[in-house]
C-alpha cells in the first residue's frame, strides 16, 4: 500500500521550549517527553491518525538562518477570531515576521526560535481541518513534484492551480499539504520535514524502492545508522520512511 504521512518534525535548539509554545499555539498537549524528541499531539488523540500530523521536536545544534521552505497555516472561523488569534499568538511568545508578503488577508508570524507560519483568514477550504490547516512546502515546480507526494503520504491530489498543488487524506480528515511555487532554491536543510511510514506488516526496502523509483534520492543529513531512510524530493526536500507500524 506504499507509506503514509504520520507526523511532521521540527528541528529545535530547545525542543521542550518550542514543543510547549506550539502545545500552547494549537491547543494540543505534550504527549511524550524525552531527551531525542518531544511529541505534540491533539488530546485524546491514537497515533497514527490523519485526523492530525503530530508535531515531534528534536533537538540541532544549529540556529535557524533563512527563511523556511516548510511551514504550516494555522486554520482560523471568522475574521474576530482570526484577530484574537494572532494577539493570543504573540502573548505566547510568536513574533510578527516579514519575508516579503505585502498586503495580504493572513498574517505571518514566527514561533520562538524564528519559524514562521501563517494564521489565515477565514476560507471555507479549512473548516473541517482542525487548528493546523495545511502543511506548505516551498517549492519551483509543484506539479512536477506531485505525483511523488502522493505516492509518499499516501494522500490524494485534491486541486490544483498555476503555481499550486493541494494534497490531502484520502477520508478528507486532517490537514492539506499544500506545494506552493516560490522563487528561490533550497540552500540548505529544512528544519521541519514529513516523516512517512509503511502500515504495519509491509517492506520497508520495498517502500523505499519504489520513492526511488517515483523521483526520491538518499540524503545525507549527518543521520548516520538509523532504522530509518532520508531521502530528498527532486528539488532536495527531506523527509524519512520511517519502519513499518
Known amino acids: 500500500m506504499g507509506t503514509r504521512l504520520v507526523h511532521i518534525v521540527v528541528d ?12 500552547a499555539a494549537l491547543g494540543w498537549e505534550v504527549a511524550d517527553e524525552a531527551p531525542e524528541e518531544v511529541d505534540v499531539w491533539p488530546a485524546g488523540f491514537s497515533y497514527p491518525d490523519p485526523v492530525a500530523l503530530p508535531l515531534v521536536f528534536v533537538p540541532v545544534p544549529e540556529p535557524k538562518t533563512t527563511t523556511n521552505r516548510v511551514h504550516l ?29 505585502g498586503d495580504v488577508p493572513w498574517t505571518v508570524l514566527a514561533d520562538p526560535e524564528g519559524n514562521e507560519f501563517c494564521v489565515l483568514e477565514p476560507r471555507p477550504v479549512y473548516a473541517d481541518t482542525g487548528s493546523v490547516a495545511a502543511v506548505v512546502v516551498s517549492c519551483a515546480d509543484p506539479a512536477a513534484l506531485a505525483g511523488l507526494w502522493e505516492l509518499a503520504t499516501g494522500f490524494t491530489r485534491v486541486h490544483s492551480a498555476d503555481g499550486f498543488v493541494a494534497l490531502r487524506s484520502p477520508g478528507a480528515a486532517g490537514p492539506f499539504l499544500e506545494l506552493l511555487r516560490v522563487p528561490g532554491a ?16 509491509e517492506d520497508q526496502a520495498a517502500a523505499v524502492a519504489a520513492l526511488r523509483a517515483a523521483g526520491a534520492k538518499p540524503a545525507d543529513v549527518g543521520q548516520g545508522d538509523v532504522a530509518w531512510s532520508v531521502l530528498a524530493d527532486p528539488e532536495g526536500n527531506e523527509f524519512c520512511v520511517l519502519t513499518p507500524r
Do not use: C, M, Y
Open 186 to 201: 533550497k540552500t540548505e536543510k529544512n528544519r521541519l520535514h514529513p516523516d512517512v511510514r509503511p502500515h504495519a506488516g
Open 12 to 23: 529545535a535548539n530547545d525542543p521542550g521550549r518550542l514543543a510547549r509554545f506550539w502545545a
Open 73 to 101: 497555516d494555522l486554520a482560523t472561523t471568522s475574521p474576530e477570531h482570526q484577530q484574537a488569534e494572532v494577539r493570543r499568538l504573540l502573548a505566547l511568545g510568536a513574533t510578527h515576521a516579514d519575508i516579503g508578503q
